[in-house]
Structures are given as C-alpha cells and as structure tokens.
T-cell receptor, first 113, second 114 residues
Framework: EAQVTQNPRYLITVTGKKLTVTCSQNMNHEYMSWYRQDPGLGLRQIYYSMNVEVTDKGDVPEGYKVSRKEKRNFPLILESPSPNQTSLYFC????????????FGSGTRLTVV | SQKIEQNSEALNIQEGKTATLTCNYTNYSPAYLQWYRQDPGRGPVFLLLIRENEKEKRKERLKVTFDTTLKQSLFHITASQPADSATYLCALDSAGAGSYQLTFGKGTKLSVIP
C-alpha cells in the first residue's frame, strides 16, 4: 500500500531531551515536507526537501533539524525540545512539487513537559 | 510565504444542498492551488489541484474554480451528505516568490446537517 509512515504516533518527553520523529514513504516521491498543526494557527511548514541532500526552511524552522540522506526517509530532529514545540506533526510527500497533491502521514502527537 | 484566508471558520448546511467554501490569497499569484479534506486527529487528504491557467476542475461531486484576477478559489460540494462533514483546507505554492513551499489556510469546518 502506498503510504507515508510516521513514528511514533504519540510521544511525551521532557524539556531538553533530544528526539527524532521518523518519516518514510514507499512511493519514490522526490518532495517531502514536515508540518506542525496547532489550534488557531493551522498547518505551518517546518522544513521541506526537493530531493536527496536538498533541504530548505519553511515558515517555522527554529528548534528543528532535518536530513535527507535517502529518498524514502526524512526524519525530523528536535535537539533540545521545549514546551512550545508541543504540537501535532505531519510528514508529507509528493512525486514532484507543483504538479501533484501531497500524501500525508497519520501524524505524531508530541508533548514536551 | 503566501497569506491565505479561508473566509469561514465554520459552515453549516442542510443535507442535499451545495456547500461553497472560499479561499482568498493576498500576495503573489500561485502557479497552482490545492484543496484537502481533514478529519479530526488525522492527516489531510488531497482532493483536487487546479493550475493558474485553469478556470475550473471537477471530480465527482466536487468542483473547484480559480480566479487569479480576484485572487480567489471557490470549492463546491454538490448534493452534500453528512459524511462530507470535515475541515477543508486550501493550499498554495510559493513558486511566484522563487520558493518551493506549500502554504495552507487555516481551514473551514463544514457540518452537513441531516
């Protein structure tokens, strides 16, 4: 089944403890992206990647890192999480930016205490 | 990135009627515009994409229009059903500003009343 898989689905962590949220797609998509969704603020783009080794900042990149070493994987790294990073996170992919819609993962609900 | 406004936070309509949702943008013209459906706690699901040189796109009971002069897209669901109740998001690219971002509006929550 064609899909975007995120792990974990739920995560509670403490301030300052490094964590990684994984994202993997099995559709050979070039474009991948991370979003966070907060009540009243909607979906905001954190980082995106046009292809392997090509990444760029979205609207809210502070406090996050990404890497794209392989086409299928696009992990989101929080090196020192803070409570304001408590949010619902979505990974998404697309065959190519601009011509196709995105396929979204099921989401990761992160709580930082 | 784009500034996007989806006019209604919430829209209630009677089953069988046509729901019309609005998406307005205020910065540069996007090359394309997308509409998604999102159910509570789940990831958005892609519905339709329309390009700047297209006036209208249809898929089953869904219709999207794109007016670059008015900087507006309308999303219609005809013969609406309770199962259409969800939040609908529009999204626009930033190609006009030389970026590859896709920016989402805050969404309109549609409730179809039986």
């Amino acid at each position: 089944e064609a899909q975007v898989t995120q792990n974990p689905r739920y995560l509670i962590t403490v301030t300052g403890k490094k964590l990684t949220v994984t994202c993997s797609q099995n559709m050979n998509h070039e474009y991948m992206s991370w979003y966070r969704q907060d009540p009243g603020l909607g979906l905001r783009q954190i980082y995106y990647s046009m292809n392997v080794e090509v990444t760029d900042k979205g609207d809210v990149p502070e406090g996050y890192k990404v890497s794209r070493k392989e086409k299928r994987n696009f992990p989101l790294i929080l090196e020192s999480p803070s409570p304001n990073q408590t949010s619902l996170y979505f990974c998404a992919s697309s065959p190519r930016q601009g011509f196709y819609g995105y396929t979204f993962g099921s989401g990761t609900r992160l709580t930082v205490v | 990135s784009q500034k996007i406004e989806q006019n209604s936070e919430a829209l209630n309509i009677q089953e069988g009627k046509t729901a019309t949702l609005t998406c307005n943008y205020t910065n540069y013209s996007p090359a394309y515009l997308q509409w998604y459906r999102q159910d509570p706690g789940r990831g958005p699901v892609f519905l339709l994409l329309i390009r700047e040189n297209e006036k209208e796109k249809r898929k089953e009971r869904l219709k999207v229009t794109f007016d670059t002069t008015l900087k507006q897209s309308l999303f219609h669901i005809t013969a609406s059903q309770p199962a259409d109740s969800a939040t609908y998001l529009c999204a626009l690219d930033s190609a006009g500003a030389g970026s590859y971002q896709l920016t989402f509006g805050k969404g309109t929550k549609l409730s179809v009343i039986p």
